[in-house]
């Protein structure tokens, strides 16, 4: 018998997941390819959306590929149909971040362990392989939203039966970071890690502080957008894209001449003024004086450009369409090759992008660019050039507001953001200072009296489901009417209504509401003993106090629930926990004191009566 003659059968699972994956990339394609932003499905770069090229591991030196190898043809059909899928139906959940990394991952460990990109092939070993190779090469918390990602693409195929082997249970066992609100060494290294380095930060503005002729044009520019980063809370690209005429001069209530510039904010601000603070004016100016000057050619080439197409069939030449800046008005506006130090300046416009601030301001063990720092001889105690990152001058600023006790709707404003909470991110005080600064208060409990107000508006809306997910700790009491966020190194609260572990508390069986309820409890308290757990192990303190309230109110939970469902216990009966907890025998007992009487409720357990 020839091997040709061999039919292989595939099972009814396999011929239902082939089949239920074609329809979705057939409908994919029909329906969402006019919704991707002008990008054509058949293109390999969706711009602003996705670039389907293949995983690059860590250390591999970028440059040393010309071109970016695409995503193999097996597998790309189904991630195109995936990511307009999220894209066109939940952007919300479209991170730029986590996609790229997860999807790429999953094709590269697809192509190792079946030979093929098939999704319909993915198992439990290929997604552990696929988050072992994302601890590897990312952060902790890029590497935990990696896993949650992957969570719920496994939820996704599961759903649209495009699994060989029908539903896969798995979840990821990489643990969330340390919250910085946390109260522990870690949570305190993690807040520092936001700031910049003291010295990196006086080096930048030594280099600043020297003569123009003295600079390059690279390190002129680099040094004057930190330096307008470090006048006002601002991101990157909203420093990249202010216009040419962004100085404001206006004269407060006093007849003071405040200076400031017009930003265009991101969180959702829109256009605004950022007002610069008075010992920060002069450097401002400074730096706006700089940019203004080596945008000065490339703003001249465009206006005369503009002038041309005006003549023809008219137009404008956008530096960012979106913030309504033209090329001819953009204070970064630059010529190609202007920055180099090795190429001759071009006539054509160009426009930096943000990946050029971590390449002159971040540090690589793998690249052989010299940063700005190691250009001007700026090293460490380990002789390795100094580093920063944009975002960390944004979190000074913020954290000196804060301790300078700046209000937080002036921060809010002050930075460009829309919501006040949107500034706990950027507040890296210490938990002894935020100490420091209730006692220098000087509060009197005893001086605090109830006062009429309309509180409405103090209410954040939200769903049940989304504050589970926000729960960083299992310090949590679990009420009829919502949930009591604590604080590990505050004991489990005695005002707090625990009928679970009263012994007088009793329950009936066959009504279907009160166990849902209970099952409910059941769910929220075996993630709360979890979190307890995980922070025991992280030596946080007083978390073992929650974690044997947790253990009780679960098991008394489970032996309820058991007793509940017990099928040969008729409805109506009552079901009451007994032991040694609260009850109004043993309150009496306690005050009276009376040792001559002892509690008969000792049996630990649940029984009906």
């Known amino acids: 018998m020839n091997e040709s003659d061999i039919i292989n059968f595939r099972n009814k699972t396999e ?34 959306i996705f670039k389907f090229s293949k995983f690059k591991m860590k250390n591999v030196k970028l440059d040393s590929f010309i071109k970016a190898e695409d995503l193999d043809s097996s597998y790309i059909e189904f991630c195109k149909s995936y990511v307009a899928y999220i894209f066109c139906s939940n952007l919300k ?15 590269k460990n697809l192509l190792v362990f079946t030979g093929s990109g098939d999704i319909k092939s993915l198992n439990q070993v290929i997604l552990d392989e696929c988050l072992s190779d994302i601890n590897k090469n990312y952060t902790k918390g ?45 949570a305190d290294n993690t ?16 280099i600043f502080s020297m003569q123009d002729y003295d600079l ?26 202010l216009r040419a005429d962004c100085e404001i001069v206006e004269k407060n209530r006093e007849g003071k001449e405040c200076y400031g510039l017009r930003f265009y904010s991101l969180k959702g601000f829109g256009a605004n003024i950022k007002w610069i603070p008075e010992i920060m004016v002069p450097t401002a100016k400074l730096a706006i004086k700089r940019l203004l000057k080596l945008s000065e050619n ?12 005006k003549n023809g069939s008219g137009g404008t030449i956008w530096f960012d369409k979106e913030k309504d800046v033209r090329f001819s008005n953009a204070l970064c506006a630059l010529l190609n090759n202007q920055l180099s130090m090795k190429r001759r300046t071009g006539n054509d416009l160009f426009k930096i992008t943000n990946a050029f601030f971590s390449k002159e301001l971040g540090y690589s063990k793998i690249s052989k660019h010299k940063n700005l720092f190691e250009r001007h001889g700026y090293h460490d105690e380990d002789n390795k050039p100094f580093f920063l990152r944009t975002h960390q001058a944004r979190h000074l600023l913020n954290t000196l507001a804060q301790r300078g006790g700046l209000g937080e709707l002036d921060i809010a404003k002050w930075s460009g953001r829309v919501s006040i909470t949107q500034n706990r991110v950027y507040n890296h005080i210490t938990e002894d200072e935020m100490i420091e600064k209730v006692k220098a208060l000087g509060i009197n409990q005893n001086n605090i009296i109830p006062c009429d107000s ?60 009160k166990l849902e309820r209970l099952r409910s409890l059941l769910d929220t308290t075996e993630d709360l003993v979890d979190k307890a757990k995980e922070a025991i192990s992280e030596e946080e303190l007083g978390a073992d106090k929650w974690y044997q309230h947790q253990t009780k109110t679960l098991e008394r939970v489970k032996g309820i629930i058991a007793l509940m469902e ?37 049996n630990n357990g649940q029984t009906p009566y």
């Open 93 to 107: 959940g479209f991170d730029k971040l986590t996609f790229p990394i997860v999807l790429r991952v999953i094709e």
């Open 216 to 241: 390059h044009e690279r390190d002129l520019f680099v040094t004057s957008v930190f330096a307008l980063l470090m006048c006002a809370p601002s991101r990157i690209s909203e420093i990249l894209s």
């Open 566 to 602: 017990y099928p040969e216990l008729p409805d109506g009966s009552l079901v009451r926990t007994h032991g040694d907890d609260f009850s109004h025998f043993s309150r009496i007992l306690e005050m009276k004191k009376d040792n001559k009487i002892t509690n008969k409720e000792s």
């Open 298 to 309: 490339s703003r001249a080439r465009s206006k005369m450009l503009e002038e041309e197409i």
């Open 454 to 513: 309309d509180v409405n508006g103090n209410f954040e809306i939200s769903t049940i489901h989304e504050l589970k997910n926000e729960l960083e700790h299992g310090a949590v009491h679990t009420t009829e009417y919502g949930y009591c966020v604590h604080d590990y190194t505050f004991a489990p609260c005695s005002k707090y209504f625990d009928c679970i572990n009263c012994s007088e508390q009793v329950c009936v069986k066959g009504e279907k509401q």
């Open 15 to 48: 011929i239902l997941a082939g089949e239920n994956l074609n329809e979705f990339i057939l409908n994919c394609k029909e329906q969402l390819s006019g919704n991707l932003l002008d990008n054509k499905w058949e293109s390999n770069h969706w711009k602003k």
């Open 142 to 186: 890029v590497a935990y939203s990696c896993g949650k990602f992957m969570e719920r693409l496994v939820a996704f195929l599961n759903e649209k039966e495009f699994l060989n082997c029908g539903l896969m249970k798995w979840s990821s066992y990489i643990r969330p970071p340390e919250s910085r609100l946390s109260i522990s060494d870690n």
């Open 191 to 206: 807040r520092l890690a936001k700031l910049p380095n003291e010295r990196a930060l006086r080096a930048i503005g030594e």
